[in-house]
């Protein structure tokens, strides 16, 4: 069962637009979501994060929305680079037994994103 | 500060045959993953490492799967005998407790004919 998805397998945006990725998930005990970015050959790189107990995160381009009701989050990057042309993946996470840290992560199937100058 | 290494980077077996990867986490990291990640899909946990106990196994093969991390420090995964579905990338992630960010390695991508 494919509890995150994304449905989107990719992406193509011009080089200063906006770049709109979207995730979904069906586990209602997630509570914590992250965004990870993936180059060829290399290994996923942590990019931002956001609790279940806020609606919007922001660093620097980058902006991840989370809608509870709808099991929805979206990662905007605006504006886009040509650098950031990379796979995508969204993953999530639940309080661990006993409360005090986080589970583990599942992840999203990626999507991949080209920004063309 | 180094990053998470691992080894080899890539491999081609025979199906049946037995294959090893190594993992060294970044130092001082205390939690250590191994992913498998099929073309076409986000990474999949296979074992979670807290220093040299296992935390979580759960979907991890266990007939033909084995891991270790020995002195709580680095790790190796082992597959034997192996599949044609045992294709993939096997990721390697540290962090320094349970629960906190997760620095990943370059992964092996493992061809099995």
């Known amino acids: 069962d494919q509890q995150v998805k994304q449905n989107s397998p990719s992406l193509s945006v011009q080089e200063g637009r906006i770049s709109i990725l979207n995730c979904d998930y069906t586990?209602?005990?997630?509570?914590?979501f992250l965004w990870y970015k993936k180059y060829p050959a290399e290994g996923p790189t942590f990019l931002i994060s956001i609790s279940s107990i806020k609606d919007k995160n922001e660093d620097g381009r980058f902006t991840v929305f989370l809608n509870k009701s709808a099991k929805h989050l979206s990662l905007h990057i605006v504006p886009s680079q040509p650098g950031d042309s990379a796979v995508y993946f969204c993953?999530?996470?639940?309080?661990?037994?006993?409360?005090?840290?986080?589970?583990?992560?599942?992840f999203g199937q990626g999507t991949i994103l080209t920004v063309h100058p | 500060e180094a990053g998470v290494a691992q080894s080899p980077r890539y491999k081609i077996i025979e199906k049946r045959q037995s294959v090893a990867f190594w993992c060294n986490p970044i130092?001082?990291?205390?939690?250590l993953y191994w992913y498998q990640q099929i073309l076409g899909q986000g990474p999949k946990l296979l074992i979670q490492f807290q220093n040299n106990g296992v935390v979580d196994d759960s979907q991890l093969p266990k007939d033909r799967f084995s891991a270790e991390r020995l002195k709580g420090v680095d790790s190796t995964l082992k597959i034997q005998p192996a599949k044609l579905e045992d294709s993939a990338v096997y990721l390697c992630?540290?962090?320094?407790?349970?629960?906190?960010?997760?620095?990943f390695g370059p992964g092996t991508r493992l061809t099995v004919t």
């Open positions: 586990n209602s005990m997630f509570d914590y």
């Open positions: 130092s001082g990291h205390a939690t």
């Open positions: 992630a540290s962090s320094s407790g349970q629960g906190l960010e997760q620095y």
């Open positions: 993953a999530a996470s639940a309080i661990a037994a006993g409360g005090t840290s986080y589970g583990k992560l599942t």
